[in-house]
């Protein structure tokens, strides 16, 4: 199993910048496909982002690509979001993900989740 805990969140200014990270503990990070979701106040948890075992492949939902990136460091057992251009509707709780199975970006393909993380944009 691995365990996952999410920082680095907080209140920001649209337009401002957050870097989350994750924290990943107990087996070989680097055997887990990791990814980002995030729930907004009375909706559905939805897809952010999803970066395979390696790193060398990232994947981004509409809503974020070109504003958030996905990275990890398999030598930190670490995991990141960086978010720039923040804008109110990407309020919501974030939470980091892992499988051991492929890239998936529906929720039911992550076996392992953290407890999450609130991030509040204001206008």
């Known amino acids: 199993q691995v365990q996952l805990v999410e920082s680095g969140g907080g209140l920001v200014q649209a337009g401002g910048s957050l870097r989350l990270s994750c924290a990943a503990s107990?087996?070989?990070?680097?055997?887990?496909?990791t990814g980002w979701f995030r729930q907004p106040p009375g909706k559905e948890r939805e897809f952010v982002a999803a970066i395979t075992r390696s790193g060398g492949s990232a994947y981004s939902a509409d809503s974020v690509l070109g504003r958030f990136t996905i990275s990890r460091d398999n030598a930190k057992n670490m995991e990141y979001l960086q978010m720039n251009s923040l804008k109110p509707e990407d309020t919501a709780v974030y939470y980091c993900?892992?499988?051991?199975?492929?890239?998936?970006?529906?929720?039911?393909?992550?076996?392992?989740w953290g407890q999450g993380t609130q991030v509040t944009v204001s206008s």
């Open positions: 107990g087996r070989t990070f680097s055997s887990y496909v």
């Open positions: 993900a892992a499988t051991l199975g492929g890239v998936r970006r529906d929720e039911s393909g992550y076996d392992y």
